[in-house]
């Protein structure tokens, strides 16, 4: 079950990736303002909501996570855990990846940035600053006893 934990953790990692490169074109089309069908000298011009630094953060953020799911992906294979553990290190993470996908969306149109639940020097409170805070809070969490379950794993080598 070790190995099907671990593949199934990749593979929320090449999610993770393609929902980054799908925001690395929306960024694009934030910072244009609109959509170029370039090479083609065709600008569809429409406003998408948000900001650039936002869909930036969306961008690079879910590539993080994709590299982080693929190498713990790939780490579950180099260490000995059992099948409850295998399972928490997957739920860990993959909570964490989509917790913090909707901390980077949500983060966006919040004017405290979603940091905290309350005011902050970044701005005011609001419900999407609680729908970025309340995720990103469950998913550090998540990712830090995932981290602990492997930091504490036994190396297949020193069996």
């Known amino acids: 079950m070790q190995a099907y934990y671990s593949g199934r953790l990749i593979k929320q990692g090449f999610l993770a990736l393609i929902v980054a490169l799908v925001a690395g074109f929306l ?22 909501p948000g900001s650039i630094a936002g869909w930036r953060t969306v961008h690079v953020g879910m590539l993080m996570n994709a590299i982080m799911a693929i190498a713990i992906g790939a780490a579950m294979r180099a260490v000995v855990l059992e099948e409850s553990a295998s399972y928490r290190v997957f739920m860990g993470t993959a909570i964490a990846i989509w917790c913090n996908f909707a901390f980077y969306i949500f983060g966006m149109f919040a004017p405290n940035r979603g940091v905290t639940l309350e005011a902050n020097r970044l701005g005011e409170a609001s419900l999407a600053g609680a729908a970025a805070f309340l995720p990103a809070l ?22």
């Open 27 to 48: 960024l694009i089309f934030s910072m244009i303002g609109g959509m170029s069908l370039s090479p083609v000298p065709i600008l569809i011009e429409f406003d998408l």
């Open 138 to 159: 469950l998913g550090s969490v998540t990712l830090i006893y995932a981290a602990i379950v492997m930091w504490r794993a036994q190396a297949k080598d020193e069996k």
